[in-house]
T-cell receptor
Framework: NAGVTQTPKFQVLKTGQSMTLQCAQDMNHEYMSWYRQDPGMGLRLIHYSVGAGITDQGEVPNGYNVSRSTTEDFPLRLLSAAPSQTSVYFC???????????FGDGTRLSIL | ELKVEQNPLFLSMQEGKNYTIYCNYSTTSDRLYWYRQDPGKSLESLFVLLSNGAVKQEGRLMASLDTKARLSTLHITAAVHDLSATYFCAVDYNNNDMRFGAGTRLTVKP
């Protein structure tokens, strides 16, 4: 079982560049989320989805876009990268709001 | 806006000792989760607490939820080195809109 797969694992960008972080899950989970993790701040929710075609903003959505065209995939787009977006990004999925989230291995992103 | 506060943020324990990590939150919710994260790794689920008075136990860890006090505890019994990790609580603010605490970094020393 692959679970939640994130690509790439590492990425270095220049300020102003755009990119897409990929997230795919093979568990047929309806709920998916993107978080960023910065030292000393725990995880902060960027965007989340409760099903295909449905997305919503979390705690820190500015500078990021998402879409959910299929149940399996939930890509996160950085529109114009800024150094403040240097972080570790985690994608997670769950079967329902009453189930725990399964996390991917993370993407370590550096913006120069 | 939901705020989630964990304390302590850092905890150094001797093996064999007991201790409790606290998770307070500011807005009504009846869904609280505990996760563990090892250094450089992803998060793994420990407990799901879905109602007032819920108590879950796994090995040396026991979690409880008091929704009236907006408080969850993670109790560690007879700590061992393998429990060294960072522990996070997370509260469901609004149907999968999650808020995490800052984490408690636990170090268990011989």
């Amino acid at each position: 079982n692959a679970g939640v797969t994130q690509t790439p694992k590492f990425q270095v960008l220049k300020t102003g560049q755009s990119m897409t972080l990929q997230c795919a899950q093979d568990m047929n989970h309806e709920y998916m989320s993107w978080y960023r993790q910065d030292p000393g701040m725990g995880l902060r929710l960027i965007h989340y989805s409760v099903g295909a075609g449905i997305t919503d903003q979390g705690e820190v959505p500015n500078g990021y876009n998402v879409s959910r065209s299929t149940t399996e995939d939930f890509p996160l787009r950085l529109l114009s990268a800024a150094p403040s977006q240097t972080s570790v990004y985690f994608c997670a999925s769950s079967a329902s709001a009453h189930q725990p989230q399964h996390f991917g291995d993370g993407t370590r992103l550096s913006i120069l | 806006e939901l705020k989630v506060e964990q304390n302590p943020l850092f905890l150094s324990m001797q093996e064999g000792k007991n201790y409790t990590i606290y998770c307070n939150y500011s807005t009504t919710s009846d869904r609280l989760y505990w996760y563990r994260q090892d250094p450089g790794k992803s998060l793994e689920s420990l407990f799901v607490l879905l109602s007032n008075g819920a108590v879950k136990q796994e090995g040396r860890l026991m979690a409880s939820l008091d929704t009236k006090a907006r408080l969850s505890t993670l109790h560690i019994t007879a700590a061992v080195h393998d429990l060294s990790a960072t522990y996070f609580c997370a509260v469901d603010y609004n149907n999968n809109d999650m808020r995490f605490g800052a984490g408690t970094r636990l170090t268990v020393k011989p």
